[in-house]
């Protein structure tokens, strides 16, 4: 019972909640999370680390950037709450707004400092898919989608 009441906890911001949406559709980067809330790096990173010690986030260093993913694999709780809050959410003007705007930073490059950069000390070269951009393509999280 004290872990169902640690994810509500978890929920109970509009922030949170839109940044749970961003996530239900693939693992993102904060400044990719920042960028669609237009919100400030210390504002989402203390949302984000909420979110995760209320068990809802999990998260993964890769050089200088933190990439965020839902929380769900063997629990069938998370499972059916991820599954509620996506048909939920497609009926809220904001979440639906978040996403265009999450498309369009994907296809614009997403991340604002490639990873080759970060880790080489190079500058790709001109037309050269972003971090962000190679994840979405390889990516292997898949949006969780409710049940009709």
């Not at 991340?111 to 950069?117: K, L």
Request: glycine share 8%; charged share 25%.
């Amino acid at each position: 019972m004290q872990e169902l009441e640690g994810y509500f906890k978890g929920l109970a911001d509009h922030n949170r909640m839109r940044i749970i949406n961003l996530l239900s559709h693939g693992e993102l980067c904060v400044c990719d999370i920042q960028r669609i809330l237009d919100a400030s790096q210390p504002n989402v990173s203390r949302h984000l680390n909420y979110l995760k010690h209320s068990g809802l986030v999990l998260d993964r260093r890769e050089g200088f950037r933190v990439f965020y993913r839902l929380s769900a694999e063997g629990d069938s709780t998370l499972q059916g709450l991820w599954e509620f809050l996506c048909g939920v959410f497609k009926r809220e003007r904001i979440l639906q707004a978040d996403l265009r705007k999450l498309r369009q930073a994907i296809r614009e490059g997403a991340c604002a400092i490639p990873t080759d950069r970060a880790l080489h000390g190079r500058v790709p070269p001109p037309g050269s898919p972003t971090s962000a951009q190679r994840l979405w393509r390889a990516r292997s999280i898949r949006p969780i989608r409710a049940r009709s």
